[in-house]
Nanobody
Framework: VQLVESGGGLVQAGGSLRLSCAAS????????MAWFRQAPGKEREFVAA????????YYADSVKGRFTISRDNAKNTVYLQMNSLKPEDTAVYYC??????????????????WGQGTQVTVSS
């Protein structure tokens, strides 16, 4: 599967952004999908994941209640709705796929496909 993110940009603190990740291939519905982010000088960190059916989701504590992950298997797309953004959310956001993956695995190494990333900048 190949992944392409979009929707990043510059937003003021308290604002919202919606990221999209479009996937190629016919097997999208068999992949657990996730969003990770990486700030300058920091390691890539888990943000959120969604099961292949969309029936289960899992979030990092730092974004719980502010971010929502969703997917549309008919469109081969996964989304990340980000509300109440904070300056510390500033990072490059990556979409990742893990076929039949375990939802709660936060380790980036278990994900076998990645997008190129999209920059999110939150100004204070």
């Amino acid at each position: 599967v190949q992944l392409v993110e979009s929707g990043g940009g510059l937003v003021q603190a308290g604002g919202s952004l919606r990221l999209s990740c479009a996937a190629s291939g016919r097997t999208f519905s068999t992949y657990t999908m996730a969003w990770f982010r990486q700030a300058p000088g920091k390691e890539r960190e888990f943000v959120a994941a969604i099961s292949w059916s969309g029936g289960s989701t899992y979030y990092a504590d730092s974004v719980k209640g502010r971010f929502t992950i969703s997917r549309d298997n008919a469109k081969n797309t996964v989304y990340l709705q980000m509300n109440s953004l904070k300056p510390e959310d500033t990072a490059v956001y990556y979409c990742a796929a893990n076929r039949f993956g375990v939802l709660t695995r936060r380790d980036p190494s278990v994900y076998d496909a990645w997008g190129q990333g999209t920059q999110v900048t939150v100004s204070s």
